[in-house]
C-alpha cells in the first residue's frame, strides 16, 4: 500500500522546523519526501540495468544525508528542499561518474564499494561527466538557464515549481529550457567531435 502524498503546506512547515533545529522534524520529514527522492534517483537508474533498486536507494540515502548535514539553510519551501536534493544527487552522480571515467583513463583500479560500482555504467558515466563540463559552461554564461536545466534534469521539478524556486514565470522558465537543450546539445556534440 502506498502513501498518500504529503501536502506542500505539511512539508514546508517540517522543513521550516529543521531549520530551526528541531530533529523530531527531520525524523518526520524523511518519510514524507523519500518516495519522492526515490523517484528522481531511479529516474537516473531507469538507464541502467534492470533491479538496480539498491542503488537507488544508497544515491537517496546519501542524497538525504548530505541535506540534513546541511548547516545554516533557511528552507524556504517544498520545492526549495527538492532543488537542492538535485543538485546533491547531481553531485553524487558526477563523482561516481567522475571516478569511472578516471578508471577508465588510467586502467587503474579505483576502491570504491558494491554500491557505487554498480550504479553507472561507463558508457552513462562518460555521457554524465560530459553533460556536467557543459552545464558548468554554461553557468559560466547564463547561470539562470544552467539552474532550469539542472532543477529539470537532475531534481525533476516541473515548470511551475521551478518557476516558484528561481521567480520566474513558468514561460521563461520554458524558453529557458528550450534554449539551455540546444545549447548543451551542441557543446556535448562539439566535445564528442573534438574527441573524434
Known amino acids: ?41 531511479h529516474r537516473y537508474m531507469s538507464q541502467e540495468r534492470p533491479g538496480q533498486t539498491l542503488q537507488t536507494t544508497a544515491v537517496v540515502h546519501e542524497a538525504y544525508l548530505r541535506l540534513i548535514d546541511q548547516k545554516h539553510v533557511q528552507w524556504q519551501n517544498r520545492a526549495h528542499f527538492f532543488a537542492i536534493a538535485s543538485q546533491m544527487m547531481r553531485r553524487i552522480l558526477i ?29 552513462r558515466a562518460s555521457e554524465l561527466v560530459a553533460l556536467d563540463e557543459a552545464l558548468t559552461s554554461l553557468t559560466a554564461i ?29 514561460n521563461t522558465v520554458t524558453r529557458d529550457w528550450n534554449v539551455a537543450k540546444s545549447w548543451l546539445y551542441r557543446e556535448m556534440n562539439k566535445e564528442q567531435e573534438d574527441e573524434s
Not at 578516471?102 to 576502491?111: C, D, H, I, N
Not at 547564463?142 to 513558468?170: M, T, W, Y
Open 95 to 123: 563523482t561516481h561518474a567522475q571516478s569511472h571515467a578516471y578508471t577508465k583513463r588510467t586502467g587503474g583500479a579505483l576502491k570504491v564499494s558494491l554500491d557505487e560500482a554498480a550504479i553507472l555504467s561507463q558508457e
Open 142 to 170: 547564463d547561470p539562470r538557464r544552467s539552474q532550469v536545466v539542472e532543477l529539470r534534469f537532475f531534481g525533476g521539478l516541473s515548470n511551475e515549481e521551478i518557476a516558484e524556486v528561481l521567480k520566474i514565470s513558468p
Open 1 to 41: 500500500m502506498t502513501q498518500p502524498t504529503p501536502s506542500p503546506l505539511a512539508v514546508t512547515q517540517l522543513l521550516i522546523d529543521c531549520s530551526d533545529g528541531n530533529q523530531d522534524a527531520f525524523n518526520k520529514l524523511y518519510p514524507l519526501v523519500y518516495e519522492e527522492l526515490r523517484r528522481l534517483a
